[in-house]
């Protein structure tokens, strides 16, 4: 990983009598060098599109990260954060930065590039610029939902009900989630084909998907996802973080996007929880 280092100029105290340069040491070379960045993100910030760039300390001496700036071709402007926290050598922290507005006009090019400014115990000021690793592909999967997203809305408008009804399929209970799509004047043509199973609720039978066709050529329709309780351990029910975000499958004007996310609104998210609490036994919470 090149990592290219920048003393940070400071200012100097009082008046102009002093002569000495008012220019700050630099961290140690061996301690920049054992700097690493990586791109990451959780569960509870991908709605938000928020992702943490993880600096970890693999040198010799503690630092402090000052600040951490992100700048990747496939999203406006600059992620970044002034918030500082001590990285002690041999450990990692991570920064969460909101992405901006995502780049889907082809224009996109390049690689992602990170700042982090750092200093040491002894007051050397530097910062250090390279390509963060991302070694999940975390920054690809974002351009693919942001950009099919902007893709799709421009020919559909895509909603989840607000309300369920419950049905038995086979012995078991199922909450029926109402998938609708409306044609934008003008717009593209879009087609529904797939809709992922979430961590918490799935097809009955044990399917990962349900197979959908909503065409908006022939105008505005909707479609009963039949969704059973994928899992009702209380403990992953309680730490649910994506367990209502529906991964949605299409093609726009016949080619195929990658999969994006409808999130749940909180009317339907609270009615999914009260059937999930009810088809595993559970209390109800009202």
């Given at each position: 990983?090149?990592?290219?280092?920048?003393?940070?100029?400071?200012?100097?105290?009082?008046?102009?009598?002093?002569?000495?340069?008012?220019?700050?040491?630099?961290?140690?070379?061996?301690?920049?060098?054992?700097?690493?960045?990586?791109?990451?993100?959780?569960?509870?910030?991908?709605?938000?599109?928020?992702?943490?760039?993880?600096?970890?300390?693999?040198?010799?001496?503690?630092?402090?990260?000052?600040?951490?700036?992100?700048?990747?071709?496939?999203?406006?402007?600059?992620?970044?954060?002034d918030k500082g926290r001590i990285l002690r050598a041999g450990v990692d922290r991570d920064f969460s930065v909101a992405l901006g507005d995502p780049v889907c006009d082809g224009a996109a090019g390049g690689a992602a590039r990170a700042e982090v400014d750092l200093?040491?115990?002894?007051?050397?000021?530097?910062?250090?610029?390279?390509?963060?690793?991302?070694?999940?592909?975390?920054?690809?999967?974002?351009?693919?939902?942001?950009?099919?997203?902007?893709?799709?809305?421009?020919?559909?408008?895509?909603?989840?009900?607000?309300?369920?009804?419950?049905?038995?399929?086979?012995?078991?209970?199922?909450?029926?989630?109402?998938?609708?799509?409306?044609?934008?004047?003008?717009?593209?043509?879009?087609?529904?084909?797939?809709?992922?199973?979430?961590?918490?609720?799935?097809?009955?039978?044990?399917?990962?998907?349900?197979?959908?066709?909503?065409?908006?050529?022939?105008?505005?329709?909707?479609?009963?996802?039949?969704?059973?309780?994928?899992?009702?351990?209380?403990?992953?029910?309680?730490?649910?973080?994506?367990?209502?975000?529906?991964?949605?499958?299409?093609?726009?004007?016949?080619?195929?996007?990658?999969?994006?996310?409808?999130?749940?609104?909180?009317?339907?998210?609270?009615?999914?929880?009260?059937?999930?609490?009810?088809?595993?036994?559970?209390?109800?919470?009202g």
């Amino acid at each position: 990983m090149l990592v290219v280092a920048l003393a940070l100029a400071g200012c100097s105290a009082g008046g102009p009598a002093p002569e000495r340069s008012s220019t700050p040491t630099p961290v140690p070379s061996d301690l920049l060098a054992g700097v690493g960045v990586e791109v990451r993100q959780g569960r509870s910030t991908w709605a938000q599109r928020v992702v943490q760039v993880r600096v970890t300390n693999g040198g010799p001496g503690d630092l402090s990260v000052t600040g951490v700036r992100l700048t990747t071709p496939t999203v406006d402007g600059v992620a970044g954060t002034d918030k500082g926290r001590i990285l002690r050598a041999g450990v990692d922290r991570d920064f969460s930065v909101a992405l901006g507005d995502p780049v889907c006009d082809g224009a996109a090019g390049g690689a992602a590039r990170a700042e982090v400014d750092l200093t040491d115990d002894a007051g050397g000021r530097s910062t250090i610029v390279v390509e963060p690793t991302d070694p999940q592909g975390h920054l690809a999967r974002i351009h693919g939902e942001d950009c099919a997203g902007v893709a799709v809305a421009e020919g559909a408008t895509l909603t989840l009900a607000d309300a369920i009804t419950t049905t038995d399929v086979g012995g078991t209970l199922a909450a029926n989630v109402v998938l609708g799509v409306e044609p934008v004047a003008g717009g593209p043509r879009v087609e529904v084909t797939q809709v992922d199973r979430t961590v918490l609720f799935a097809p009955p039978g044990g399917a990962v998907s349900w197979p959908v066709t909503l065409d908006t050529a022939s105008g505005e329709g909707q479609v009963v996802l039949p969704a059973v309780a994928g899992r009702c351990d209380l403990h992953a029910v309680a730490d649910d973080k994506r367990g209502t975000f529906f991964g949605v499958h299409t093609r726009v004007d016949g080619v195929e996007q990658p999969v994006f996310y409808l999130a749940s609104s909180e009317a339907l998210r609270s009615a999914l929880f009260e059937f999930i609490r009810t088809a595993c036994g559970s209390p109800s919470s009202g």
